[in-house]
């Protein structure tokens, strides 16, 4: 699976921005799909992931603002973020897994988010 990620850029505070993850591949639909983020000097963390059933996982720093969605005729997945705040500034990674496997193992590039206070 390859993964491109996009939509990125300058925003507000209480802005809202809608990262979308492009996936190539037959058995999107199957995959178990992911955003993460990692801002600068700190490590990688887990946002939100959406099964293929649409059973979804936010961070609790993101509920209530943060909503994952996919369409797997379209082999993409979304991330609408409202109410940004400046902590949200990061770059934003999509991943894939496929299960059993427990781990993300299909990474796309990251895509930059910049929330001005």
């Known amino acids: 699976v390859q993964l491109q990620a996009s939509g990125g850029g300058l925003v507000q505070s209480g802005g809202s921005l809608r990262l979308s993850c492009a996936a190539s591949?037959?058995?999107?639909?199957?995959?178990?799909m992911g955003w993460f983020r990692q801002a600068p000097g700190k490590e990688r963390e887990s946002v939100a992931a959406?099964?293929?059933?649409?059973?979804?996982y936010y961070a609790d720093s993101v509920k209530g603002r943060f909503t994952i969605s996919r369409d797997n005729a379209k082999n993409t997945v979304y991330l609408q973020m409202n109410s940004l705040k400046p902590e949200d500034t990061s770059v934003y990674y999509c991943?894939?897994?496929?299960?059993?496997?427990?781990?993300?193992?299909?990474w796309g590039q990251g895509t930059e988010v910049t929330v001005s206070s």
């Open positions: 991943a894939a897994r496929s299960p059993p496997v427990a781990a993300f193992d299909y």
């Open positions: 591949g037959r058995t999107f639909s199957s995959y178990i």
């Open positions: 959406i099964s293929w059933s649409g059973g979804t």
